[in-house]
Nanobody, 115 residues
Framework: QVQLVESGGGLVQPGGSLRLSCAASGIIFSISTMGWYRQAPGKERELVAHIISGSTTIYADSVKGRFTISRDNAKNTVYLQMNSLKPEDTAVYYC?????????WGQGTQVTVSS
């Protein structure tokens, strides 16, 4: 059974930083494409970033230069370092794993950027 468990969300002031973690189990992590999505109230879920099994990364334009996705295959964990956070980054952030044509999702973690 595949499980993706996110952690690291919370409340932060504009300009601050947070690091999200997603621990995966039940999946061949090293060959999976891992990613982060987010969904703000009243909006559709959108891609934030993803990292292919090697080190190739893709970012949404809105987070380029501020967010960094990385992975530790030894720990089956993917990270999202978020710097220079803005109020518009407020959303529930979901971890995603994609392998063999199937998507897997975590339960989500709330990130709120507010003064």
């Amino acid at each position: 059974q595949v499980q993706l468990v996110e952690s690291g969300g919370g409340l932060v002031q504009p300009g601050g930083s947070l690091r999200l973690s997603c621990a995966a189990s039940g999946i061949i992590f090293s060959i999976s494409t891992m990613g982060w999505y987010r969904q703000a109230p009243g909006k559709e879920r959108e891609l934030v970033a993803h990292i292919i099994s090697g080190s190739t990364t893709i970012y949404a334009d809105s987070v380029k230069g501020r967010f960094t996705i990385s992975r530790d295959n030894a720990k089956n964990t993917v990270y999202l370092q978020m710097n220079s956070l803005k109020p518009e980054d407020t959303a529930v952030y979901y971890c995603n794993g994609y392998i063999y044509g199937r998507d897997y999702w975590g339960q989500g973690t709330q990130v709120t950027v507010s003064s």
